[in-house]
């Protein structure tokens, strides 16, 4: 009887990224020590080698049964692989349109009160996304009525008409929370998360189920859509990819020579995928020919107001930071009541209104108000500088006083009386916010750490913010790897699934401002109002501060204007 079973010597061995011929596998189960053989087999297998054969297997057992001389080399029974957060590379789609100039921001003749910036990067002075320039370089006047002080607003006039306003909120788990933390609360989220992207996938590959492939003949063609459950590097520089659905998991081979180089480094864990190739002769890995993402279409229609409006998208305010930029901040809310400022009817806020309390270490020296409720007492006479009739959505973030952990709900009862400024609307993160027919996919963007810290820097980098957006457009997920620095909550679904596409998609948290088109979706990073903190330079973060991206919401043109 052999010590081991065959099956299970052929699973060793491709979780090892090798196929074995048959009578290989029959010698390797009959060994003495079967596991420790079959390491020292695929350690001593040629570098280029991606079949066992029996030749291999005895050469090793002659090997290991020869005497002991003093010049043998002892056999490491650990396979040599790569580490598995280095094999881990993850990047931006090379598919995406990265040239932002298909987003109009011609700037206007005259800037009275907020300069324009040219479309689609950061400007150069504040180190954002390289080639962009500042249309102004001098600090922009002031627009209040001679003898009245910044904030007063003694000459706003805007005639607008709030009944032809249309807004609507999709994806708010506010109030509708359900987790408790338990491991069915966790499972409960990602076989949602698999159903739900699944279906993305299923037009593309003729999938089977992890227990079908394994029953299928060597040689066969086969597809499987499955979360990512590992990825490492083989000996061989090859890339082994595990995959796993509702019915169990299965590993897929992807050769370095099939071009796919650059697909495997934007894959993250725990997000869904498609791979199609051919079975192995012994069924128990599949070759991938090609892996697919849900991905954006490239085709859409996008929606549009029917009239010109426009929404001004901003967050990162951080009141009660003593480097909160109170005096840009009255500059933005100053120009909102002028007349060029009229069509701004709508002011969407992505996160972190306040700057929170222990957020960091050493917070506490860079507040200039200390308590958290006072810092959203202060945030609403801030808010009360935007003009009455403006409507206006907000979203929390993670200095923002809700849970960390995401989805986040839209703040408590008693900091929504404190924000009761002009009717705002307080939603969860993310959520999707229709305006006037235009989607707009609003997500503070804590994930954007773990994009860019785990994808090549030429996918994915804080002075082009945008591009990490991308590749959460292209996962169809905000967040896709768990157990991260993304705190995830569980609910009975998983609310970070893109499921609808949005025509807009804004976030924050970065502090960097960028902006640019995938696949149609205008992806907007809206920088912040914080200057440079310690703790900033302690970590090399130099912030774009003070620049507001007004949308218009007919054309989905762009202008970012600067504050500061």
């Not at 100039?101 to 040219?118: H, K, Q």
């Not at 299928?216 to 063609?221: K, V």
């Not at 590097?233 to 995959?243: D, N, Y």
């Not at 929170?356 to 020296?365: A, F, I, K, L």
């Amino acid at each position: 009887m052999p010590l081991e079973s065959n099956a299970r010597i052929v699973s060793e061995l491709a979780s090892r990224g090798y196929n074995a011929e048959r009578e290989a596998v029959t010698v390797l189960a009959g060994a003495d020590r079967p596991i420790e053989t079959l390491d020292a087999v695929v350690d001593h297998a040629p570098d280029d080698a991606l079949r066992i054969t029996v030749e291999h297997v005895r050469s090793v057992l002659d090997e290991m049964s020869a005497p002991a001389t003093p010049s043998d080399v002892a056999v490491d029974p650990t396979p040599t692989t790569a580490d598995p957060e280095s094999a881990t590379a993850d990047s931006e789609p090379a598919t995406g349109d990265p040239t932002p100039a298909t987003v109009n921001s011609t700037p206007s003749a005259t800037e009275p009160a907020g300069e324009a910036v040219e479309n689609g990067r950061s400007p150069v002075e504040t180190k954002g996304s390289p080639g962009a320039t500042a249309v102004d370089e001098a600090t922009p006047p002031t627009t209040d009525a001679p003898g009245t002080e910044p904030g007063s607003h003694a000459a706003a006039d805007h005639d607008r008409d709030p009944s032809r306003r249309e807004l609507e909120i999709a994806n708010d788990m506010t109030g509708h929370s359900t987790g408790t933390g338990e491991y069915d609360d966790f499972v409960r989220t990602f076989r949602d998360r698999y159903e739900r992207l699944s279906k993305l996938l299923r037009g593309r590959v003729n999938h089977r189920p992890a227990e079908a492939i394994a029953d299928m003949p060597g040689g066969s063609e086969a597809a499987m859509i499955g979360l990512v459950n590992d990825v490492r590097s083989t000996k061989s520089g090859h890339w082994l990819v595990e995959l796993e659905d509702t019915t169990g998991t299965f590993p897929a081979l992807i050769m370095k020579d099939k071009g796919l180089a650059d697909v495997v480094d934007e894959i993250l864990m725990d997000e869904c995928v498609a791979v199609d190739g051919t079975l192995a002769d012994d069924s128990g890995i599949l070759f991938a020919d090609s892996l697919h993402f849900p991905d954006i279409p490239r085709t859409r229609v996008t929606g549009g107001a029917d009239r010109h409006v426009q929404a001004a998208l901003v967050s990162d305010v951080h009141v009660g930071s003593d480097e909160f930029m109170a005096d840009a901040w009255s500059r933005f809310t100053d120009w909102l009541h002028t007349p060029e400022a009229e069509p701004v009817e709508y002011l969407l806020l992505a996160g972190d209104m306040v700057e929170g309390v222990g957020v960091y270490p050493n917070q506490d020296e860079e507040l200039d108000v200390v308590d958290i409720y006072d810092q959203y007492e202060v945030f609403a006479e801030y808010l009360k500088e935007v003009p009455a009739d403006t409507e206006i959505v907000m979203i929390p973030g993670n200095h923002d006083a809700v849970r960390l952990a995401e989805p986040q709900p839209g703040f408590n009862e008693e900091l929504r009386s404190i924000m009761d400024v002009h009717d705002a609307r307080i939603v969860s993160n993310p959520a999707t916010v229709t305006v006037e027919g235009v989607d707009v996919l609003m997500y503070h963007g804590v994930s954007l750490d773990e994009v860019i810290a785990e994808l090549p820097e030429e996918k994915a980098s804080y002075d082009e913010p945008h591009k990490a957006m991308y590749q959460l457009l292209k996962k169809r997920h905000v967040a896709p790897q768990f157990g991260g620095h993304t705190r995830v909550a569980p609910e009975d679904r998983d609310y970070l699934v893109i499921e609808n596409v949005p025509d807009v998609f804004h976030t924050g948290h970065v502090h960097k401002l960028g902006w640019g088109k995938y696949h149609g979706v205008l992806a907007v990073n809206s920088g912040c109002w914080q200057a440079q903190t310690d703790f900033q330079k302690s970590v090399n973060i130099d912030p774009d501060a003070g620049y507001a991206p007004i949308l218009d919401l007919d054309t989905l043109d762009m202008t970012v204007r600067k504050f500061t």
